[in-house]
């Protein structure tokens, strides 16, 4: 079976769409094969990887071919290539901020990505990674934490997006049924970390002392580099010079190691 990774918090301009990029790019070095998701309607991920609008259906048409039964296994039409990266992914458009009413139509809404993604199709993946929106109460969330076994929250090393951990737990805990969550997350990941502020290191220590080895040992350091690289369209994993790459390239190496235990 893949690895899929829902990768989401509630609070936005974390990095989360950076995280994702870079974790998928990790793991591709690291010899996996991987499958990045966009959901969210603004594309961001789509546009770092250099999606132009081609014709071709994207994650809202093949949502839309669950819903209506259009039962197919043949979904090499969806997936995109970025040569760059060596990357497959699934792209979104602004069609997708109308996909809720055709989820929510669905006799099991909960359950069109589990349907999807759970498919032979889509075991050729070690790994699938969901980009989500910051909205974790909608459908489109509600199905990528129903479909992944494992979560991933990226937490900007400041107080408000270490105050939405809890919820964003109790949200998990809550789609999966289960009393004890550990086993589902994949990690805490700090991100925007400046190591030379009292808030940072208080977040960092805090959320350490709070959840224990779920949090991953390196943190995403705050640097300009990482701004950059949406204009360069390019991850930072695969540059020597990079310590948010670095650390991007850490984190890889310790979801295949608790992956594997």
């Given at each position: 079976?893949?690895?899929i990774?829902?990768?989401?918090?509630?609070k936005?301009g974390v990095g989360?769409?950076t995280?994702?990029?870079?974790i998928?790019?990790?793991?591709?070095?690291?010899?996996q094969?991987v499958?990045l998701?966009?959901?969210?309607?603004?594309?961001?991920?789509s546009?770092w990887l250099?999606?132009?609008p081609d014709?071709?259906?994207?994650i809202?048409?093949?949502?839309?071919?669950?819903?209506?039964h259009?039962h197919?296994?043949?979904?090499?039409d969806f997936?995109?290539?970025?040569?760059?990266?060596?990357?497959d992914f699934i792209?979104a458009n602004?069609?997708?901020g109308?996909i809720?009413?055709i989820l929510?139509a669905?006799?099991?809404?909960?359950t069109v990505?589990?349907?999807?993604?759970?498919?032979e199709f889509?075991?050729?993946?070690?790994?699938?990674?969901?980009?989500c929106?910051?909205?974790?109460?909608n459908?489109?969330?509600s199905?990528?934490?129903?479909?992944?076994?494992k979560?991933?929250?990226?937490?900007?090393a400041?107080l408000l997006a270490?105050?939405?951990?809890?919820?964003m737990?109790q949200?998990f805990?809550?789609i999966?049924?289960?009393?004890?969550?550990?086993?589902?997350?994949?990690?805490?990941?700090?991100?925007?970390?400046?190591?030379?502020?009292?808030m940072?290191n208080?977040?960092?220590?805090?959320l350490?002392d709070?959840y224990?080895?779920?949090?991953?040992?390196?943190?995403?350091?705050?640097l300009?580099e990482?701004?950059?690289?949406?204009?360069t369209?390019?991850s930072?994993?695969?540059?020597?010079?990079?310590k948010?790459g670095q650390?991007?390239?850490a984190a890889?190496?310790?979801?295949?190691?608790?992956?594997?235990?």
């Amino acid at each position: 079976m893949s690895n899929i990774i829902a990768i989401a918090i509630e609070k936005g301009g974390v990095g989360k769409t950076t995280t994702t990029l870079n974790i998928g790019a990790g793991l591709r070095q690291l010899g996996q094969n991987v499958l990045l998701v966009d959901l969210d309607q603004q594309s961001h991920l789509s546009r770092w990887l250099e999606f132009q609008p081609d014709g071709r259906p994207t994650i809202s048409e093949l949502i839309y071919q669950e819903v209506s039964h259009i039962h197919s296994n043949n979904y090499v039409d969806f997936i995109r290539h970025n040569e760059k990266e060596n990357l497959d992914f699934i792209p979104a458009n602004k069609m997708l901020g109308g996909i809720y009413a055709i989820l929510g139509a669905d006799g099991e809404s909960n359950t069109v990505f589990s349907r999807i993604f759970r498919s032979e199709f889509f075991q050729q993946y070690d790994y699938i990674l969901f980009d989500c929106p910051t909205a974790v109460d909608n459908l489109l969330v509600s199905n990528a934490l129903q479909c992944s076994n494992k979560l991933l929250l990226p937490v900007q090393a400041e107080l408000l997006a270490y105050e939405g951990v809890p919820a964003m737990l109790q949200r998990f805990m809550a789609i999966k049924q289960v009393r004890d969550i550990c086993p589902f997350i994949q990690g805490l990941l700090v991100t925007m970390y400046n190591g030379r502020t009292n808030m940072s290191n208080e977040v960092y220590n805090t959320l350490f002392d709070s959840y224990g080895e779920l949090v991953f040992k390196e943190a995403v350091p705050m640097l300009q580099e990482a701004r950059n690289s949406t204009e360069t369209r390019s991850s930072l994993v695969g540059r020597r010079s990079s310590k948010v790459g670095q650390a991007y390239m850490a984190a890889a190496h310790e979801i295949i190691r608790r992956n594997a235990e």
